[in-house]
């Protein structure tokens, strides 16, 4: 798989201006090129930003946790078992799954997912293959223009085997709600807190998700309601961020977490999560 800089940037949850500046400052950029195109992301170049963003979310300087990132051999698709990296794109899960997407095949794609979920842990099994699979399918949809029906079907399954895994630990609510999480107004896209709230449901930490286009006055009666200790926040789009009371959650002293690219700049008193494990470890913090 080779993915561009804005398929990079929405699998890691960070901003192209955040790329670019990585590969000018620190040499983390794109190391293929393919015929006739832009430069283009190599799963091993994937794999040296992931260990950047997990480097900085632990506080280690920008310039450091680039020279770590970039000493650090990629993992070894040969001997990797079952270590973090062996669920690669070109998995025979990914390869399966994508066979059932071009079928329209819902249930055995709702089958492959679950599975995949029970047996990896839904962060391994989001950020080794189901993340990359939407993204690169997404492409697809963009440059062909057709197979919309794929991408809704596939992006039902997924969602399905989510919301089925985080129904499989509940955990009561007393006193205060640990998190609620919703879109920003307009944001059609909540498949990033269904993946969160279970994979905070698999270390036992309760949350309820709201899901797409949240209207501002809705969000801010649920915390009322709910008392939780974070609210998440998903914006894809920054016009979409803008119109989220964030102002008004932090007035109220709540803490606010925001994931997506739509942020920026980040809005002072609330934190940025640049990937999935920052966020669940945020939560759970």
Request: proline content about 7%; overall charge neutral.
């Amino acid at each position: 798989m080779r993915w561009s800089a804005g398929a990079v940037a929405r699998m890691l949850g960070v901003s192209p201006v955040t790329l670019r500046t990585w590969d000018r400052r620190y040499g983390l950029g794109p190391s293929t090129r393919e015929q006739g195109r832009h430069r283009r992301y190599s799963e091993d170049d994937v794999h040296r930003l992931r260990r950047m963003l997990e480097l900085t979310g632990q506080g280690v300087a920008p310039a450091s946790a680039a020279a770590v990132a970039l000493g650090d051999p990629p993992p070894s698709r040969a001997r990797s078992g079952g270590g973090p990296h062996a669920l690669a794109v070109e998995s025979e899960e990914a390869r399966g799954f994508a066979r059932a997407a071009a079928r329209l095949d819902l249930p055995l794609m709702s089958t492959l997912a679950a599975t995949l979920i029970a047996r990896d842990g839904v962060v391994r099994a989001w950020q080794d293959v189901l993340m990359p699979f939407l993204i690169a399918l997404g492409e697809r949809v963009s440059a062909q223009g057709n197979g919309v029906e794929v991408e809704h079907l596939a992006t039902a399954a997924i969602s399905g085997a989510l919301r089925s895994e985080a129904a499989r630990f509940p955990v009561p609510v007393a006193g205060r709600l640990p998190v609620l999480s919703a879109c920003a107004p307009e944001e059609q896209h909540s498949l990033p807190l269904d993946v969160l709230g279970a994979a905070l449901a698999e270390r036992e930490c309760a949350s309820r998700n709201l899901g797409a286009r949240v209207p501002a006055a809705a969000l801010l009666d649920a915390v009322s309601l709910l008392s939780p200790g974070v609210v998440v926040l998903w914006a894809h789009v920054a016009d979409y961020a803008l119109s989220a009371p964030v102002a008004s959650l932090l007035e109220r002293g709540q803490v606010v977490l925001l994931g997506g690219p739509g942020w920026e700049p980040v809005p002072a008193g609330a934190r940025w999560v640049a990937s999935l494990p920052e966020a669940v470890d945020t939560c759970l913090s």
